[in-house]
């Protein structure tokens, strides 16, 4: 079914991106809603409260979920699921973060709500000691493996520098709607892991990335087609040393933060900024930057900054 | 004599202990705690002896209530929970059935092979005390055979089965199953599985019962038990019509009925006898005075034979055990010397001694770390388990194996005991690593690192190379596992042939090492 239905889906898509390209600008003269997604903000930081009342209030100020998921459609979420850790330990992305999610994509009338990522510890393991496995099924959401390489599908990233294909995991490629939602934490070989670095676990060779240049990979990864839909930054508890995986819950501090956009870069920048460091610093956000991926430069963006 | 439900009984309990044997050695799902799978295995004789020697725990007395029920009935170990006894009656069952259509099936009496299988049970012992080498046992134990065929064997088949059946479901757009990957294939042990397999097929289809009495130790033990049971399989004379249907369903050959005897230490209480008769004199009697057995004339030579036997067999093990294993001048750059060994196993010489190489770790293991090894422990650990960081690496929050070696080769630990327990050590090769070699960044060692014994320090410009903490390292191999440098790895661990204990991470982080803070700010910084 999935090559199939991707190809007939992409083929449809294409069908679409051509058809804005060529009749764009009647589109927008004709359009009665506005296109999707576009909400009144590029970006919106929340600060202050718990994860999934800081979701709801930034959903709400991008024009609410249904800006983003409409009835009948098929949703992945992409969590940081990788390490076989206690949710206090923030190695994965805040269970209760995710619910919320899955909950607000099936009240916008998401038809089914995938969950998944390619994990490094034991995927079983990560799934039930990360609390995501038990909030996503409360939530009706489903959960599948990201570690069997027969899901993976064979990609190309014509404008990758270094990263020219990947095998992508299908439900990445045949979802309707794909949200990236990474925890903020420091990483040893990144310097800090956010939106573009999460998308590491939906492709299955990672040896090749980290033995060829993981941030021009990690940059070149960016350009890929597919991009997320929308990007939710968990920054609630965040990891600041031995990361990505820590050791101890003393590897965490309280940040009580969270970051969406569209755009996977201007949002990296952002938490990058949040944690204290310089966007620039850090190698693959600032390629993705040149290519043209997203923007590193928050003053071009109409951010909304919500304090609870 | 009213016994007929004997055999049927006998049917009924010994498929249902395959069936649950068969499971553990395949289930995927882990859905049988360790507990569970004790129980299963209470009663199979190696493992619990083992693990009574090892562990002193009452938990594995099994082997003595199967000494105790070998002292009334006799063998009953053999025909209802012996996994190797049952696979091979369900080939008998399978060939006599397809035979009877052409002619009937019959088996006859045959004499004993008493020199060969003392020969062999006194070679199991000497090797075992003598020179520490299982190696008989692991390859003659019935419970450690069946268990090898079935990880080696059955598992793949089951496996496939099952994502045979996700991708149907996958076709139907359900996510419901997965498919499970082996990760790993061993060639040389489902070779050997495989052959195994092939060799107890054909034993049983034209031999039945040949190998329980002519080969196996733990036949042979609980025979040397039986011949003084309370209780005995007996023809009734006055009963008997000499029609010698008794003696025609025989699968261990043990039934002379033109001279109206049954040999009982060679009977494995199959119970087939006791339905055969049609005058129902065959049936369990008290047997009290001891049997007026004639002396074989062959009793001198007899021990003769033993004693070169067990000469023969002690210079076997010297070779064995002396010559082999740790050949530490061979080694190559990024290999360990010796094979890794669980934690729990605290020595390589422990694990070797006690490991009957079952495989129920095997397959107990979340993350197939654990493969049978080929001659990594040299020939007398032939299949035992090692860690391959090939395949993956040891959880660090993970104690499955431990819970469930049935013989104590790998001693139950609990979680908090297993974080310190260094089985080896990491060792990182310089030149071989990306960032050096590429100068690009890489830390995927660094990453996978669950106590952050391996950690990026800086290198050149922002560049970063790993260098390892030995003391908190525990060598469960994840660094290892996520290098992506080949065809030699930049970091590997070399195995402890004594297992160390580590420090705790946690310590470090107090002491010298000084990171940049990082503050949660009250306003946003863009």
Not at chain 2, 217 to 239: M, N, Q, W, Y
Not at chain 2, 385 to 400: A, M, S, V, W
Request: positive net charge; hydrophobic residues 40%; glycine residues 6%.
């Amino acid at each position: 079914m999935n090559r199939r239905d991707f190809f007939r889906r992409s083929i449809v898509a294409g069908a679409a991106t051509g058809a804005s390209l060529v009749f764009g600008d009647f589109k927008k003269l004709l359009a009665n809603e506005p296109p999707q997604g576009k909400g009144p903000f590029d970006l919106v930081a929340v600060k202050g409260g718990e994860p999934g009342l800081m979701f709801d209030k930034a959903i709400e100020s991008m024009g609410g979920m249904k800006n983003f998921v409409k009835k009948g459609q098929t949703v992945v979420v992409k969590p940081n699921i990788g390490w076989d850790t206690s949710p206090e330990r923030a190695a994965n992305t805040n269970p209760l973060l995710v619910k919320r999610i899955v909950e607000q994509c099936y009240t916008a009338g998401a038809k089914d709500v995938y969950v998944f990522d390619n994990t490094c510890d034991d995927w079983e393991k990560c799934y039930e000691n990360s609390g995501i496995q038990k909030a996503v099924k409360d939530a009706n959401g489903k959960v599948v493996t990201g570690n069997s390489e027969g899901y993976y599908h064979e990609v190309e990233i014509p404008a990758g520098q270094k990263l020219k294909n990947a095998k992508v995991h299908e439900l990445v490629l045949n979802s309707d709607v794909f949200i990236n939602v990474p925890v903020l934490k420091a990483h040893s070989g990144s310097q800090l892991t956010m939106s573009m670095k999460n998308l590491m676990g939906i492709v299955w060779d990672r040896r090749y990335w980290h033995r060829t240049d993981l941030h021009q990979c990690i940059a070149d990864f960016a350009l890929f087609h597919k991009k997320p839909t929308l990007n939710v930054i968990d920054a609630y508890r965040v990891m600041t040393k031995r990361g990505p995986k820590g050791v101890s819950v003393e590897d965490v501090i309280l940040m009580k933060s969270l970051i969406i956009s569209r755009d996977m870069v201007a949002a990296d920048a952002a938490a990058a900024k949040l944690y204290g460091i310089e966007p620039e610093t850090i190698n693959y956000i600032k390629l993705a930057d040149q290519s043209k991926a997203g923007t590193m430069n928050l003053n071009s963006l109409s951010i909304n900054r919500i304090k609870l | 004599m009213r016994q007929k439900f004997l055999k049927k009984i006998r049917v009924i309990i010994s498929l249902v202990v395959f069936l649950f044997t068969i499971f553990i050695f395949i289930d995927f799902a882990h859905l049988f705690s360790s507990k569970v799978i004790h129980a299963i295995l209470f009663l199979q004789f190696v493992p619990s002896l083992l693990d009574f020697v090892n562990v002193l725990t009452f938990a594995a007395t099994g082997f003595i209530f199967i000494s105790l029920i070998t002292l009334l009935f006799g063998r009953v170990y053999c025909s209802f929970l012996c996994p190797l006894g049952v696979f091979q009656d369900i080939f008998i069952g399978i060939s006599s059935r397809i035979r009877k259509f052409k002619k009937g099936r019959r088996w006859k009496y045959t004499s004993s092979r008493h020199i060969l299988q003392y020969s062999i049970l006194a070679a199991s012992l000497v090797l075992l005390f003598l020179f520490r080498s299982l190696v008989f046992v692991n390859l003659l134990d019935p419970y450690s055979i069946s268990g090898k065929m079935f990880t080696n064997l059955f598992r793949p088949v089951y496996y496939m089965a099952n994502n045979l059946m996700a991708d149907v479901f996958k076709a139907f757009h359900s996510y419901a199953l997965y498919p499970i990957a082996l990760k790993h294939i061993s060639w040389p042990a489902v070779i050997f599985s495989g052959m195994l397999f092939i060799t107890f097929m054909l034993l049983s289809v034209f031999r039945t019962r040949w190998y329980c009495n002519a080969i196996c130790p733990v036949g042979t033990t609980l025979g040397l038990l039986s011949r003084v049971s309370l209780f005995k399989l007996r023809i009734d004379e006055a009963s008997c019509n000499a029609c010698g249907a008794c003696e025609r369903k025989c699968k261990a050959g043990c039934i002379d009925y033109r001279r109206n005897k049954i040999d009982f230490d060679r009977c494995v209480a199959c119970f087939n006898c006791i339905p055969a008769c049609p005058s129902g004199g065959v049936g369990y009697h008290l047997s009290l005075k001891k049997e007026n057995t004639p002396v074989t004339e062959s009793g001198k030579s007899r021990r003769n034979f033993l004693k070169t036997s067990v000469t023969g067999v002690a210079g076997l093990g010297t070779v064995l055990s002396v010559k082999k294993i740790f050949a530490a001048n061979e080694k190559t750059s990024s290999t360990s010397v010796s094979p890794v060994t669980p934690p729990g196993s605290v020595s390589i010489w422990h694990f070797r001694e006690t490991c009957t190489a079952c495989h129920l770790c095997i397959n107990a293991c979340p993350t197939k770390v654990l493969q049978p090894a080929f001659l990594e422990y040299g020939l007398s650990g032939l299949f035992q388990p090692r860690l391959d960081y090939h395949t993956e690496y040891c959880n660090f929050e993970c104690i499955r194996c431990s819970e469930v070696c049935p013989t104590g080769a790998i001693f139950p630990v609990t979680k908090e005991e297993k974080s310190t327990i260094q089985i080896g050590i990491s060792k990182f090769i310089k030149n071989l690593c990306v960032v050096v070699a590429n100068h690009t960044a890489c830390a995927a060692c660094s990453e996978h690192c669950p106590t952050k014994a391996v950690e990026m320090v800086p290198y050149l410009g922002d560049l970063k190379i790993p260098q390892i903490d030995e003391k908190i390292c525990v060598g469960c191999g994840a660094c290892e596992f996520a290098c992506p440098v080949r065809p030699e790895r930049s970091i590997y661990v070399e195995a402890h042939n004594y297992h160390h204990t580590a420090m705790k991470p946690l310590k470090k982080v107090e002491g010298e090492k000084k990171e940049k803070e990082v503050k949660p700010a009250d306003d946003f910084p863009f």
